[in-house]
């Protein structure tokens, strides 16, 4: 049985850093695209940050700069160290999961992904 587990969530102040981790299992291949999604209150969810099985990385515009993805391979983990957060970076938090690989176009569109976590909730304060 497939899982993630995100981890790393939590409340800061504006101009904080918290670092997301994004832990799955199950997978009988370490061949994933990965992603992470995040829904604000009364907004859609929307694609943050991704890698494909290539490795090709990409960001939200409103996170290029600030946030950074990385993934360990070995521990099949991906990693969001999230910078300079804002009141506007508040949201849950989700990681993704495809099996196999995704077009590098499509990193950050949610139809890609089959596997999804639970979530974790990140807030920050003005």
């Known amino acids: 049985q497939v899982q993630l587990v995100e981890s790393g969530g939590g409340s800061v102040q504006a101009g904080g850093s918290l670092r997301l981790s994004c832990a799955a299992s199950?997978?009988?291949?370490?061949?994933?695209?990965m992603a992470w999604f995040r829904q604000a209150p009364g907004k859609e969810r929307e694609g943050v940050a991704g890698?494909?099985?290539?490795?090709?990385?990409k960001y939200a515009d409103s996170v290029k700069g600030r946030f950074t993805l990385s993934k360990d391979k070995d521990k099949n983990t991906l990693y969001l160290e999230m910078n300079s957060l804002k009141p506007e970076d508040t949201a849950m938090y989700y990681c993704?999961?495809?099996?196999?690989?995704?077009?590098?176009?499509?990193?950050?569109?949610?139809?890609?992904?089959?596997?999804w976590g639970q979530g974790t909730q990140v807030t920050v304060s003005s």
């Open positions: 890698i494909n099985s290539n490795g090709y990385t």
């Open positions: 199950g997978y009988s291949s370490s061949r994933l695209s």
């Open positions: 993704a999961a495809a099996r196999g690989w995704v077009l590098a176009t499509d990193i950050l569109r949610q139809s890609e992904y089959t596997d």
